[in-house]
């Protein structure tokens, strides 16, 4: 499992159930999180008028979580960001959402 999130490259990290996981936005990581959950524009300007929806905070994590267990499951996932709660997740958020902007 990767180590660290390596910021110069536009990922993030979330520590679940005492576990890091490096959040990676890949090319194809950001087109399976597209296709679940539409327009990645759109899904920007849903978190900037405070619209986005946990549902999709956690689909677009699961895509791009770099080396996932295989006993981590998307239903043990979204329970474990539910108690880090938003103040846990907004700001491995604001990297990704800045990185999906900007780019490399």
């Known amino acids: 499992m990767s180590d660290r999130a390596n910021t110069l490259r536009g990922e993030a990290e979330l520590i679940i159930n005492g576990q890091r996981l490096v959040l ?3 090319f194809a990581a950001l087109v399976a999180a597209e296709e679940e959950l539409g327009s990645l524009f759109d899904l ?3 978190a900037a008028n405070g619209r986005l929806l946990l549902a ?3 689909g677009l994590f699961w895509h791009l979580i770099e080396d ?3 006993d ?3 239903e043990r996932f979204g329970e474990a960001m539910l108690l880090l709660g938003l103040t846990g997740v907004t700001p491995p958020l604001k990297i990704l959402l800045k990185q999906i902007l900007q780019g490399r």
Do not use: C, K, N
């Open 44 to 46: 920007v300007e849903r």
């Open 56 to 58: 999709e905070i956690a």
């Open 24 to 26: 990676r936005p890949s």
């Open 68 to 70: 996932r267990s295989e």
């Open 72 to 74: 981590l499951t998307r």
